[in-house]
């Protein structure tokens, strides 16, 4: 492949690969957060590029509710035969801050067999490779069985405009697409090796609760038993104790399918022997102490802050926790809300929800999607699995997989698991792993999209 040589540097990039890599630094070198950034300027150079390409005015829209924070929406037209394709990813980045940087965040650095700048993992890179994606459909003169529909979006990262939610709620007819591609899945790579290509499929849910404990306060040296410390941490005690049952949907049991391919000796023949019905739960119990696995199977909740008490002699009269929840998808938020109140079981410890949870459904794992995804993965990583996935962060999918449009988190593009810097200081992707995402993206959209 041709990405191979551009490793190691001494070949020439083909175009295709010479256009991503000018649209990619074009991108990371535009300021896109939320504090000082401007997200439509780099929708707007989008655009252009799009627009000079032949695409028509009318298919190239840049919209938004804010003036620095509008959204990129185009539109390769194919036949009609079959509802669009939607490719997703946002456009805005985290803050850096330079003093914490090898290289200048918002200068795009090639380096050693690496991409440097915000954004190069975290959203810029499939931004990127989606857009000279379809630029190069166009040219081959490419007209699939479906319209493909990209979305380059505002605010996926923090800021009051995010995009996925604007776009599905006031533009739904624009975005509108039997499914969809976007971040959230990436190919994991361990001790140098390429062990797994994600596909992630559905997200846990994100709750928080508040916790307050009431009690008489006063003076430390006339101490009574009503002490909201005491309740608040008796409290505390049975919520650690309790433990959600294991539940697998149809992602988590292709997640533990897969993994038990990649995991070898104990670990794998525990991972098969909770798909068995009802789920071994000596195998539960051992997989439970690995958190990424205890994740995947049931809902989970943890303690996060602990607030009370101003001064050494006083006894507060309120002591306060907020318990962070990950439902699984699927599960009701105000059931949890009841057995958390349940669990409590004092009535001396309100219980209060603190954000509106966020649901949304799995998406469907269709032999179309998995067979593609699988197929490609073949070609260009032989032997490499391909591993649906439970999110346990939080993408824009949920936007669109609550309006019914079910999305999958997938990229190709690989990274070393123990390497994560996204929102971190010398955020970087190899640029290997960057060519041969684009090549994958690619061949998927041309085969998804027929
Ligand atoms: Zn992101």
Known sequence: MQALDAETGTTPLADHQQLARDIFRELIEIDTTDTSGDVTAAAEAVARRLIDAGFPEEDVRVLGPAPRKSNLVARLRGTGACRPILLLAHLDVVDARPEEWATPPFTFVEQD??????????DKAMASIWVANLLR??????TPDRDVVLALTADEECGDHNGA????????????????????????????????????????????FELVAHGTGGHSSLPTPDNAIYHLSA???RVAAYEFPVKLGEVARAFFERMANVESGPTADDLRAVLRTPPDPEAAARLSRIPQYNG????????????AGQSNNTIPQT????????????ESPDEVRRLLVETVADERVEVRPLVAAKPSPPSPLTPELMGAVERITEELWPGVPVVPTMGIGGTDSLYFRQAGIPMYGVSGLFFDVDDVRAHNPDER???????EG???????VRALAG
């Open 438 to 444: 684009q090549e994958f993206l690619y061949r998927l």
């Open 319 to 330: 002591a306060r926790a907020v318990v962070n929840c990950r439902l699984l998808p699927g």
């Open 429 to 435: 992707i190899s640029v290997r792993s960057y060519f």
């Open 137 to 142: 459909l166009k040219r081959e003169g490419f």
């Open 165 to 208: 939610k604007w776009l599905t709620g006031e533009q739904r007819e624009l975005i509108d697409a039997e499914f969809g591609i976007n971040e959230g899945g990436i190919g994991r790579i361990k001790h140098g090796r390429r062990i797994s290509n994600m596909v992630q499929a559905s997200e846990k849910v994100y709750v928080d």
């Open 235 to 237: 409290a505390l005690a």
């Open 296 to 307: 995947m199977m049931r809902t989970t909740w943890t303690v996060t802050r602990l607030d």
């Open 113 to 122: 067999g690496w991409f440097y700048g915000r954004g190069t993992t975290d």
